[in-house]
């Protein structure tokens, strides 16, 4: 009796088995096929449409770079200034930097970002004569704009802010540069290795900055073309596990850029030469 039982209350459950769940789980794997199969088609057609994008502005600056006489400044024409603009703002994350992109703006297209870049290639010029040659000076935004790193290391002393004395020669003859050429702004930046607390790092890259931009005030600088920020831990261009590396993340980036009446003066000469 006791097995009968037993069959009784199995029987039931064995007939019971479900079998739509292993149809409805199949269904699922069709629909998740074919959407990742659309997905990646999708994917695919985008990538095509960014090449194309991309090859057509490098053939535009070769093309204009193979005249001769135009070398960098006239690479800003070539892409003119709806592409010119879209590259400017992406400088600093195609160099993994995005702090480039947002303190240099856009790309002024062109005759005028010839002539701006000129003027930028004149005053670059001039920076390399007179400041040291641990300095580093380049040409950033297509070649519209400059930018002047200055190792911390030269500036200041260990975890200060005041602006050493070999560093003030160098800074009075920075300021020189810069009121000979007023139609330019100023970006001062602060950046420190990663060593110390983030909050602490954030705040001695401000304090710095701020100690440039106001000795350079000192220096007969107009106060309102300058403005700082201070970037903290946050863009390193070397490795942090090393003393070299962390020895050049501690710096201070100081971008030189034209203004509004460079710009719109640039404008109204190329208006003219037409």
């Known amino acids: 009796m006791k097995s009968d039982f037993v069959l009784k209350k199995t029987e039931p459950l ?7 769940p292993e149809r409805r789980i ?24 960014f090449r194309t994008i991309i090859t057509g502005m490098l053939i535009a600056s070769l093309t204009l770079t193979s005249c001769g006489t135009i070398g960098r400044t006239g690479v800003g024409a070539g892409i003119g200034v709806a592409a010119g603009a879209a590259a400017g703002a992406g400088i600093g994350a195609a160099a993994g930097n995005t702090a480039v992109g947002t303190a240099i703006g856009a790309v002024v297209g062109g005759v005028a970002g010839i002539l701006i870049g000129r003027h930028m290639d004149k005053q670059k010029a001039e920076l390399e004569e007179i400041l040291p040659e641990d300095a580093s000076i380049e040409m950033v935004n297509e070649g519209q704009a400059i930018k002047v790193t200055l190792e911390s290391g030269i500036l200041f002393a260990t975890n200060s802010t005041a602006i050493g004395e070999n560093a003030k020669t160098a ?19 602060g950046h420190t ?5 983030v909050e602490y790092n954030q705040g001695l890259s401000e304090r710095r900055a701020r100690s440039v931009r106001d000795y350079l005030l000192l220096q007969g600088v107009d106060g309102n073309r300058m403005s700082t920020v201070g970037k903290g831990i946050h863009e390193p261009i070397a490795d942090n596990n090393t003393i070299e590396g962390r020895l050049q993340n501690r710096r201070v980036e100081i971008f030189i850029l034209p203004n509004e009446k460079m710009i719109e003066e640039a404008q109204r000469e190329a208006e003219t030469a037409r």
């Open 14 to 20: 064995i007939q019971e088995i479900p079998r739509k």
């Open 171 to 189: 800074l009075k003859n920075f300021s020189v540069n810069l009121n000979q050429n007023p139609d330019t702004n100023i970006e001062i930046e």
């Open 193 to 197: 290795d990663i060593t110390g607390t």
């Open 26 to 49: 199949y269904k699922y794997r069709i629909f998740r096929y074919l959407y990742r199969k659309q997905c990646n088609h999708l994917l695919l057609n985008n990538m095509k449409t």
